[in-house]
């Protein structure tokens, strides 16, 4: 069966500062890929999915980028941090049949 | 453009009694539908989708296509049932899954 494996689980970083967000995935190939963010009240807003190596969609115009260098590994970034971009960050897989997959999430806190 | 509404934020029932948690759905094509629900300190995790046809942890859920909706139900809550509940949509064959915005169940003893 498929895992996701997040890191960090916890990260403060000030206002301006640069991003990554790791997420590798265990036990399948050629996954679908996803970055969600996790709002109360707002439920999940997805941010960008990948069906291959390279192969990025983004969903929501914004500060943030992803990159998928390898089958397995899915990578959130920003160049500056905003305020806003404060959150719950969660990576999702699909190894098919779009059932999905959850990491243990990423809590970013930008002060 | 497809959508996917939960109208309750949080809905409280009692031990025993009947559950319903809704979901409507708004896509031109056909859709595959699931539940998702996250327990406390517990990963997001699928519940049931709606081509399995199954009863999971006493749940249900049918697709009315007619109605848009996807209702959760369960005939008789536990306690255990408390958690966050999430509709998810995503297109026959593609790639993107779409959630509500979620409902948070709390079943009182």
């Known amino acids: 069966s498929q895992t996701i494996h997040q890191w960090p689980a916890t990260l403060v970083q000030p206002v301006g500062s640069p991003l990554s967000l790791e997420c590798t995935v265990e036990?399948?190939?050629?996954?679908?890929l996803y970055w969600y963010r996790q709002a109360a009240g707002r439920g999940l807003q997805l941010l960008f999915y990948?069906?291959?190596?390279?192969?990025i969609s983004s969903e929501v115009p914004q500060n943030l980028s992803a990159s998928r260098p390898q089958d397995r590994q899915f990578i959130l970034s920003s160049k500056k941090l905003l305020l806003s971009d404060s959150g719950f960050y969660l990576c999702a897989g699909a190894p098919g049949a779009n059932v999905l997959t959850f990491g243990a999430g990423s809590r970013l806190t930008v002060l | 453009a497809q959508r996917v509404t939960q109208p309750e934020k949080l809905l409280s029932v009692f031990k025993g009694a009947p559950v319903e948690l809704k979901c409507n759905y708004s896509?031109?094509?056909?859709?595959?539908l699931f539940w998702y629900v996250q327990y406390s300190r517990q990963r997001l995790q699928l519940l049931l989708r709606?081509?399995s046809r199954e009863s999971i942890k006493g749940f249900t859920a049918d697709l009315n296509k007619g109605e848009t909706s996807f209702h959760l139900k369960k005939p008789f809550a536990q306690e255990e049932d408390s958690a966050m509940y999430y509709c998810?949509?995503?297109?026959?064959?593609?790639?993107?899954?779409?959630f509500g915005a979620g409902t948070r169940l709390f079943v009182k003893a």
């Open positions: 036990g399948t190939s050629n996954p679908n």
């Open positions: 896509y031109s094509g056909s859709p595959e």
């Open positions: 998810a949509l995503s297109p026959t064959g593609g790639f993107k899954t779409i």
């Open positions: 990948s069906i291959g190596i390279d192969q």
């Open positions: 709606h081509i």
